[in-house]
């Protein structure tokens, strides 16, 4: 049974509509995780929860601005450019919060941390917000505010690979007990927080295509390869561009370098900090590297996830491999 958008008026009501929904319990992660199809995507019951919520009472803006991923694919670190290039007037690069702070505490998720994204728009007469959630599952209203709304996309196997690590390491398996190829399965089958994949990033990039002013697609090696390109691109496009004065200055490097992999997971409260009870600040910060996946892909697999992504995604150019 498929779920529409329907108003569900109790959290009882939403209970018993979450019980309908198709269920899906990870075997490679020892029953630890059990996954709802809601709307066509996977989730956690919790996090289904939230969404309902949110599509039935969110309000977005126009001034406000999304930052929106699929799981592991670079959402921490365009969080932390986000954020600095939005204070860069405030703070140095000796006093700047994301020294002693986890990127995802100063922009929260929509369906996870909703009381901290009302409380941001109250405090502010904008709101930077994140979600994982696929374009067809936004609150209407962020639909209709036309806020703008930052999408970055990820090579398919890295992102399956550094799914798979976070996904153990949440729930303690080590990985002789957590198979990789019983993981990479379940992936090529669609069954993954906020998947399939393939229609997540075809959601927004069907949406980019018809409105770039609304939406900006950013490729994370593209952003890896070029950062000084890539990130006065993003300023610009969330409304904080750069002056020809910063850039002499050398302000877009400042950025780059507090915001680097090398420099974020070498913070203390990146390797002994923990976003909440249940994870820690240090599984943000695993590799960062592309191309990790040839060290777990078999030919078999790399057979068979190329020719899904060219099945699903060929005819619009995406290079996810």
Not at 136 to 165: F, Q, T
Not at 269 to 293: C, P, Q, S
Request: with cysteine; aromatic share 14%.
């Amino acid at each position: 049974m498929e779920t529409t958008k329907t108003q569900l008026g109790s959290a009882r009501d939403i209970e018993e509509m979450i019980k309908t929904c198709p269920q899906h319990s990870c075997s490679w992660l020892k029953g630890k995780s059990t996954l709802f199809k809601y709307q066509d995507f996977w989730s956690h019951e919790v996090i289904i929860k939230k969404v309902v919520s949110a599509q039935q009472s969110f309000k977005a803006r126009p001034t406000d601005v999304f930052l929106c991923s699929y799981p592991k694919s670079g959402t921490t670190w365009l969080k932390a450019l986000v954020f600095a290039i939005v204070t860069r007037e405030k703070f140095d690069e000796s006093s700047n919060p994301l020294l002693t702070n986890l990127p995802h505490n100063f922009i929260p998720f929509l369906e996870i941390q909703p009381e901290q994204v009302v409380a941001s728009q109250e405090n502010s007469s904008f709101a930077h917000v994140a979600t994982h959630l696929p374009y067809n599952s936004l609150p209407k209203s962020i639909l209709a505010s036309n806020c703008k709304m930052v999408y970055v996309y990820r090579n398919v196997k890295d992102v399956i690979v550094s799914y798979y690590h976070f996904m153990r390491e949440v729930f303690k398996l080590p990985m002789e007990d957590a198979p990789f190829e019983e993981a990479f399965d379940e992936f090529y089958h669609g069954i993954s927080g906020y998947g399939p994949y393939w229609d997540h990033i075809l959601g927004y990039w069907k949406e980019s295509k018809e409105r770039p002013e609304i939406i900006l697609f950013l490729k994370y090696e593209d952003l890896k390869k070029e950062p000084t390109i890539n990130v006065k691109k993003l300023a610009e496009f969330i409304g904080y561009p750069f002056t020809i004065e910063e850039e002499k200055a050398g302000v877009i490097e400042s950025i780059i370098k507090l915001c680097s992999f090398e420099n974020l997971s070498n913070l203390e409260v990146n390797k002994n900090g923990y976003a909440n009870e249940m994870i820690e600040n240090r599984l943000f910060f695993r590799k960062a590297k592309d191309e990790d996946w040839k060290n777990y892909f078999t030919d078999e697999m790399i057979e068979k996830i190329d020719n899904l992504i060219y099945e699903k995604l060929g005819a619009i150019g995406l290079v996810l491999k």
